[in-house]
């Protein structure tokens, strides 16, 4: 966490624009939450880019989240003041979804849960791979028993991203091969980024317990 919370503190909120592509790209979230008021929850909002787009797309929705960078917390509540929009944030909390310890879930959260909607997007790929399957594991104790959906985006292998980076560190990690690219990159402020495979994401998604109804 302490990685994120200086990138967060050094780039303020102007880093990550408004991503106003999500209600489009995941329609399935407005039809999921069919109640005057169902919730969403955001795991690992950042400052907010994903979530507040939702928030401005869907007016009967109310959101949690929760970010490994308390920065990032407060740049989004901020943000969600500023916008109108803190009426409908239910919580915020610090919590780190890969951690490797027992660490519980804050009961602000866990108040709320079941939600009808996860969010995961752009998130898994600042997570090293070795505790991906975790953090999807983990992400389903805040949902309802085989009935939760989990909106997942995050950078691609040979995607624009990928191939613009440079002077960047590469991480070997367990899933790359001797043949194939590296996918796991250290970036000059230290955080990670990694680029997911087709084969990748269905492999850690059924391990972790989940279906993949598109992809």
């Not at 310890?101 to 898994?124: G, K, W």
Request: net charge positive; glycine share 6%.
């Amino acid at each position: 966490g302490e990685v994120w919370e200086t990138f967060h503190t050094t780039q303020g909120s102007k880093f990550f624009p408004r991503k106003r592509y999500v209600p489009l790209a995941f329609p399935e979230i407005g039809r999921e939450v069919k109640s005057k008021t169902g919730s969403v929850l955001a795991l690992g909002c950042g400052t907010g880019s994903s979530i507040l787009a939702i928030l401005k797309y869907w007016d009967h929705i109310e959101v949690a989240c929760f970010d490994v960078a308390r920065k990032a917390v407060d740049i989004f509540l901020s943000r969600s003041k500023d916008e109108d929009l803190s009426s409908r944030v239910l919580g915020t909390e610090i919590f780190d979804l890969a951690s490797d310890t027992t660490e519980a879930v804050p009961p602000s959260i866990m108040s709320n849960v079941p939600f009808d909607t996860l969010t995961l997007i752009f998130v898994l790929s600042a997570i090293h791979p070795k505790h991906h399957i975790r953090a999807l594991q983990r992400a389903r104790s805040f949902g309802s028993k085989g009935n939760t959906l989990l909106c997942f985006r995050d950078y691609g292998l040979y995607d624009m991203t990928m191939l613009r980076s440079k002077h960047t560190q590469v991480v070997k990690s367990e899933d790359d091969s001797d043949s194939g690219p590296p996918r796991l990159f250290r970036r000059g402020d230290r955080t990670l980024r990694y680029f997911f495979s087709l084969e990748y994401v269905r492999h850690i998604f059924k391990t972790a317990g989940w279906k993949c109804v598109r992809l």
